[in-house]
């Protein structure tokens, strides 16, 4: 038998304010995991850079010719040069001639992509590095090295930025 | 005696009514967190981003976009602004409150169809998003 005021005490508040906290807490936290693709981005954009050197074959010195990587390779200079989230490194090596590094972008995550890549860090950006060798018509062979980074993570949409 | 029992009474009802009412409210936020759009935002926003930053000129898409359709029809959304681009960023909005966006590296022209296809199967219809990838004017 319970006498008056045994109900409602500042105990039971409390284990309501415990469970609504845990469950409130361990909602939030399995609704808001992330999908993680920057690993596939970085992959994405090193394919498409080492095709469209590929197909630049001709112009061994193209990118000291004046060669516009950004509108050859079809890739977005303001995004590249604005958002920081992006970084492309490109290697050239013909003979003797070594050409390069080429890079463009965010030059920090070249540093942040070695570091990643001996530690597990999750918030370091996700790197692909390519090799190909391709060879001009006058049987000239060019390696070309592509390191390609990605920190895009994407989130919250606001109107302001970028 | 019975003025005790009614006021014991009393406290019981309020005591069951606030269990009630609370753990009414943590089950209705369980049930508003679990169908909220912010996981399927970000996801159609990636898998939308990746396609497109991987796509040539002259290519088209069409994706099925049957739940984010849906969900945006549940919150009154308007549906064509579920997805748009911005900057250069895909925008993938199914409720008023927000939108997650992602950002496309791809240099091209990207022409979101203004109507969704649907298409009409056994059981139920499905909502598909043609997306024309083109090369961008200089």
Not at chain 1, 38 to 55: F, G, P, Y
Not at chain 1, 83 to 106: A, C, E, M, T, W
């Amino acid at each position: 038998m319970y006498k008056k005021g045994d109900l409602l005490t500042i105990w039971w508040f409390g284990v309501l304010a415990i469970v609504g906290l845990g469950i409130v807490l361990g909602t939030v936290i399995f609704y808001s995991g992330s999908v993680d693709t920057r690993k596939v981005e970085s992959e994405i954009m090193a394919d498409k850079i080492i095709k469209c050197l590929n197909q630049s074959v001709e112009s061994i010195n193209f990118i000291n010719d004046g060669f516009d990587i950004y509108s050859e390779c079809l890739i977005s200079k303001n995004v590249f040069e604005q958002s920081s989230l992006f970084f492309v490194r490109i290697n050239l090596v013909s003979g003797d001639l070594n050409q390069g590094p080429y890079k463009f972008g965010n030059n920090a995550l070249e540093k942040d992509c070695e570091v990643g890549e001996n530690v597990n860090a999750k918030y370091f950006p996700d790197c692909t590095q390519e090799n190909i060798d391709i060879y001009a018509k006058n049987g000239n062979k060019i390696s070309v090295n592509v390191l390609a980074v990605s920190n895009n993570k994407g989130g919250a949409y606001s109107n302001d930025g970028l | 005696m019975n003025k005790k029992g009614d006021h014991y009474a009393f406290e019981e009802i309020i005591f069951v009514v606030l269990n009630i009412i609370y753990f009414f409210m943590l089950i209705f936020f369980v049930i508003r967190a679990s169908s909220g759009a912010y996981i399927s935002e970000q996801f159609y926003a990636k898998q939308i981003g990746l396609l497109v930053d991987g796509a040539k000129p002259g290519t088209l898409l069409s994706v099925d976009v049957t739940k984010p359709y849906n969900t945006a029809e549940k919150n009154n959304m308007d549906k064509g602004n579920i997805f748009r681009i911005i900057n250069s960023k895909l925008i993938v909005q199914m409720s008023g409150s927000r939108a997650y966006q992602y950002q496309i590296f791809n240099d091209v022209d990207v022409k979101i169809a203004p109507a969704y296809r649907i298409v009409n199967e056994g059981n139920g219809n499905e909502v598909f998003l043609d997306i024309y990838i083109g090369e961008k004017n200089v």
